[in-house]
């Protein structure tokens, strides 16, 4: 009973990003976004939320990426006590890449965000899903090598 039922009212969602790309091996995403269905949570890839993520790979064997996301949103929690007020979120991710070889490539990631070890280093170009709205503390090392 703490979300709608079909049919959906109808709801205007406003979704933008910006993709900087100030050097060769740099990239800065900002994205925003802004629905009026504030419900919209993990169930959506629409909730309100701005974000920014940077990536720089200093050398071809070396690469980083930091993203922040500040989330707005009914919590599950909140609304089953019958408050509705949204609530806001911040998750933050990292990973560093460390290449030795074309064979070889060692990867640790703090946090949950929508990359994975076996993706590229630039993520998502339209913001991609959020897989949770706060900071986890997970760690993970990743070693891959192609034999």
Known sequence: G??????????????????????????????YTRNEFEVASLNSDNM???????????TPKFGMLFKYIYSRCQDIDRLT???????????FYSEFRYLPSKDDELILQYGEG???AIGNMTLDPYGGSMLTL?????????YRRKF
């Open 114 to 116: 929508n990359s994975s």
């Open 48 to 58: 309100n939320h701005i974000g920014l993520e940077f990536t720089y790979m200093p």
């Open 81 to 91: 006590a019958g408050i509705t007020e949204p609530v806001g979120h911040h998750n």
């Open 2 to 31: 703490n979300f709608p039922q079909a049919p959906y009212k109808f709801y205007n969602i406003f979704k933008t990003g910006l993709r900087i790309a100030p050097l060769n091996n740099m990239e800065i995403y900002l994205d």
């Open 134 to 142: 706060d900071t986890q503390h997970i760690f993970r090392v990743y």
